[in-house]
């Protein structure tokens, strides 16, 4: 996904489960669910889905939205450290 409405947004792809089944990421209503990573993070807050490929979905990250709302988490390992790009 590129362009400028879509610039350091995470974009989620559904993988199939143990069975082979792919199933959608998100559902509508799901906007605003805290996504958190595999030590129980927070990573991001999800916003939304693609508008063709239902198994694609939108999150922002959680730092500048903690910023933003001057929301200090109470435990300093609360959200997952920034991915540096190596791109």
């Known amino acids: ?50 508008t063709r490929d239902p198994y694609v979905s939108y999150a922002c990250h959680i730092c500048p939205v903690l910023s933003y709302l001057d929301i200090i988490p109470w435990r300093y390992d609360f959200c997952a450290p920034r991915s540096i790009d190596k791109g």
Do not use: M
């Open 1 to 50: 996904v590129t362009g400028e409405l879509c610039r350091n947004t995470l974009v989620i792809r559904a993988l199939p489960d143990k069975h082979g089944v792919l199933r959608p990421f998100s559902r509508k209503g799901d906007s605003g669910a805290l996504l958190v990573d595999q030590y129980q993070r927070a990573v991001g807050l999800l916003w939304g889905n693609h």
